[in-house]
Nanobody
Framework: QVQLVESGGGLVQPGGSLRLSCAAS????????MSWYRQTPGKEREFVAR????????NYAEFVKGRFTISRDNAKNAVYLQMNSLKPEDTAAYYC??????????????WGQGTQVTVSS
């Protein structure tokens, strides 16, 4: 049973920081790239960041490049998203999922509950 549990979201002022966590289980975590996605009501879920299985490579959406950093700890089956210089447009529910190395497409149909990030004054 694949399980993805996101946490760490909250309310933050513009320019602030948050660190999101994703705890994964039910699959061989270290064999997959992992990605963060985000979604706001009425919009499609969009790709945010991806990290290769061993953490040696990353990809970022242009709108977060230079502000967000994805990392992982394979011993803990966890992936993280350090979010700095947050903007109001970063407000969304954030989700994690696994990927093949050459794709940002999610592997698993089962999504976690997401964690809400709200950036507002």
């Amino acid at each position: 049973q694949v399980q993805l549990v996101e946490s760490g979201g909250g309310l933050v002022q513009p320019g602030g920081s948050l660190r999101l966590s994703c705890a994964a289980s039910g699959f061989t975590f270290s064999s997959y790239a992992m990605s963060w996605y985000r979604q706001t009501p009425g919009k499609e879920r969009e790709f945010v960041a991806r990290i290769f299985p061993t953490g040696g490579g990353t990809n970022y959406a242009e709108f977060v490049k230079g502000r967000f950093t994805i990392s992982r700890d394979n011993a803990k089956n966890a992936v993280y998203l350090q979010m700095n210089s947050l903007k109001p447009e970063d407000t969304a529910a954030y989700y994690c999922n696994a990927n093949l190395v050459l794709s940002t497409a999610p592997v698993f149909d089962s999504w976690g509950q997401g964690t809400q990030v709200t950036v507002s004054s």
